[in-house]
């Protein structure tokens, strides 16, 4: 590091009340904290793919959320993954803000795996749920989602090996032939839809595998915490909370 780049950095660490350019978005902000990902070139990139592609996608909220560190998070869960034997799979796509990142990142379509991609591709459907995730669900149909299914077939067609699969899970799973799991990212905004859904493809996920929880940490997402904690325990596994907001679970 030069000399004047650590002359700054260590004025900002013994200032307190100041902090490095870092980050600010997705509910939080950093302060005296190494940021660099946002800006490694193969990393920026992909953010680039993904936001360009999605920004349709999100006309209702007007821009596409800046997520970096949560886009971060699930490419480093898909590089581990590349070292296990197994599929992608991600529950609760939208258009694929976070999956079109991660395959960017990895080059996906070089790669000799399927990554299915489940949603209703048209928003949260109406099922099981408590009434905070009913009112919820519904402020984010409306405020939020739309129909985005050929968005997202555009967007991931330069990854041939990227299948869409469209309906409402758990029930969307049938006869989709979903062999090893090596890693999985989940949103599906409900407990009830998330818990039917990794009941259905537990034992499918091989030991190593990253499992990114999206909500797991947000305020209003209670349900799903206390849901994935229960569930954790129960198989002897641990989620990390990241400050993010989503839950980390490395399968043992």
């Not at 971060?72 to 590089?79: K, V």
Request: hydrophobic letters at 40%; one cysteine or more.
């Amino acid at each position: 590091m030069r000399a004047r780049e650590l002359r700054r950095r260590m004025k900002y660490l013994l200032n307190g009340d100041r902090a490095l350019p870092g980050y600010a978005a997705d509910g939080f902000r950093t302060y005296n904290k190494n940021t660099d990902f946002k800006d490694e070139p193969r990393f920026a990139a992909a953010w680039s793919f993904a936001e360009q592609g999605n920004r349709e996608a999100w006309k209702k909220r007007g821009r596409v959320p800046d997520v970096r560190w949560r886009a971060h998070t699930c490419c480093w869960g898909a590089s581990r993954a590349l070292k296990l034997e197994g599929d992608f799979v991600e529950f609760g796509v939208n258009a694929g803000l976070l999956s079109m990142t991660v395959c960017r990142y990895i080059d996906f379509g070089t790669i000799d795996r399927k990554f299915w991609l489940f949603d209703t591709f048209e928003g949260i459907p109406a099922g099981e749920m408590t009434s905070d995730e009913e009112h919820l669900c519904k402020q984010r149909n409306k405020g939020i989602y739309f129909d985005v299914f050929e968005i997202a077939k555009r967007n991931f067609a330069p990854f041939p090996n990227a299948v869409l699969v469209r309906g409402a899970l758990p029930a969307s799973l049938d006869g989709v032939p979903i062999g090893r799991i090596a890693y999985l990212s989940v949103d599906l905004n409900a407990a009830s839809y998330e818990k039917a859904s990794i009941e259905r493809v537990w034992d499918h996920v091989v030991p190593g595998a990253t499992i990114v929880l999206d909500d797991y940490a947000f305020e209003g997402h209670e349900e799903q915490n206390r849901m994935w904690d229960a569930f954790a325990a129960h198989h002897g596994q641990v989620v990390l909370t990241l400050p993010t907001g989503q839950g980390l679970i490395v399968k043992q």
